[in-house]
């Protein structure tokens, strides 16, 4: 029904810089809100970032002040730019997506993840 597909990741030395792309596809009504996660390996899944439909942000405090999140409606885009990396950003990054597909329904959804590597 929608599909994520995540770009922008990679490996990075620490200090470095990455931003990540996701564009939104299919049977789309409206976005709320869009999301990056990450998951280290032995770890849950963590929130990293989001923006809702409202415009709001809100970040990891771990992130808060490296990484921004924007976010183009026109374009079903959201983005996470990623500066001063460090490696304990290391894990895979979701793009994930709170989205109507009609009027009457609502899911979540989730791109296939894309690996982000710092090393020191």
């Known amino acids: 029904q929608v599909q994520l597909v995540e770009s922008g990741g990679g490996l990075v030395q620490a200090g470095g810089s990455l931003r990540l792309s996701c564009a939104a596809s299919?049977?789309?009504?409206?976005?709320?809100?869009m999301a990056w996660y990450r998951q280290a390996p032995g770890e849950q899944r963590e929130l990293v970032a989001a923006?809702?439909?409202?415009?709001?942000?809100n970040y990891a405090k771990s992130v808060e002040g490296r990484f921004t999140i924007s976010r183009d409606n026109a374009k079903n885009t959201v983005y996470l730019q990623m500066n001063s990396l460090r490696p304990e950003d290391t894990a895979v990054y979701y793009c994930?997506?709170?989205?109507?597909?009609?009027?009457?329904?609502?899911?979540?959804?989730w791109g296939q993840g894309t690996q982000v590597t710092v090393s020191s």
């Open positions: 994930n997506a709170n989205a109507w597909t009609s009027l009457r329904v609502r899911g979540d959804y």
């Open positions: 299919g049977s789309i009504f409206r976005i709320n809100t």
């Open positions: 923006s809702t439909s409202g415009g709001s942000t």
